[in-house]
T-cell receptor, first 109, second 119 residues
Framework: EDKVVQSPLSLVVHEGDTVTLNCSYE??????LLWYKQEKKAPTFLFML????IEKKSGRLSSILDKKELFSILNITATQTGDSAVYLC?????????FGEGTQLTVNP | GAVVSQHPSRVICKSGTSVKIECRSL??????MFWYRQFPKKSLMLMAT?????????EQGVEKDKFLINHASLTLSTLTVTSAHPEDSSFYIC???????????????FGPGTRLTVL
């Protein structure tokens, strides 16, 4: 059974800090790894990663995949209170998207 | 682009009634839509995969007769919670995956969710 594990489950930081969120996976037919941000409603898409070692960036957020170690990280630099959310990591194999438990990030002013 | 809508956003119903939730892909065609359920402070739990023109594929433990899914067109899927009970109260979220040539077929775009409360 495909499995996605995120860590930490919860993280509290101050504005301006840099955070790293972790995602490891065990899948049989890996296709891609996706990161989403979920605030009060449904998740919003952040990144899709398919190749090892290629960093994707969007403003203060960046993410990279290591297919050898079955691992991905999401970095957020200079955090702001608006970054407070649950960050979900999911992997696609076949037609399904399997999510991890999510990391609850709280950024305090 | 890649906008998914859900309707209604919130519904309160009496125990024993049925509730229909609609999921639409507004600016792309979706061969596959997914229905998730999310409990407070928990991750999304996949309930079923809905393919246009064919029967939905349900995850283990999800009752297909209770959660009826119809995917009548490339832009619309519906989830009907039949004979709802208080334990069905939850946040239901749909997502859509695009056709080749549109948004990435691996990326799922989520609707805003429907909060169901069964009294």
């Amino acid at each position: 059974e495909d499995k996605v594990v995120q860590s930490p489950l919860s993280l509290v930081v101050h504005e301006g800090d840099t955070v790293t969120l972790n995602c490891s996976y065990e899948v049989t037919n890996f296709r891609s790894l996706l990161w989403y941000k979920q605030e009060k409603k449904a998740p919003t898409f952040l990144f899709m990663l398919t190749s090892s070692g290629i960093e994707k960036k969007s403003g203060r957020l960046s993410s990279i995949l290591d297919k050898k170690e079955l691992f991905s990280i999401l970095n957020i630099t200079a955090t702001q209170t608006g970054d407070s959310a649950v960050y979900l990591c999911g992997e696609t194999s076949g037609s399904r998207l399997t999510f991890g438990e999510g990391t609850q990030l709280t950024v305090n002013p | 682009g890649a906008v998914v809508s859900q309707h209604p956003s919130r519904v309160i119903c009496k125990s024993g009634t049925s509730v229909k939730i609609e999921c639409r892909s507004l600016d792309f065609q979706a061969t596959t839509m997914f229905w998730y359920r999310q409990f407070p402070k928990k991750s999304l739990m996949l309930m079923a995969t809905s393919n246009e023109g064919s029967k939905a594929t349900y995850e283990q433990g999800v009752e297909k007769d209770k959660f009826l899914i119809n995917h009548a067109s490339l832009t619309l899927s519906t989830l009907t919670v039949t004979s709802a009970h208080p334990e069905d109260s939850s946040f239901y979220i749909c997502s859509a995956r695009g056709l080749a040539g549109g948004p990435s077929t691996d990326t799922q775009y989520f609707g805003p969710g429907t909060r169901l409360t069964v009294l």
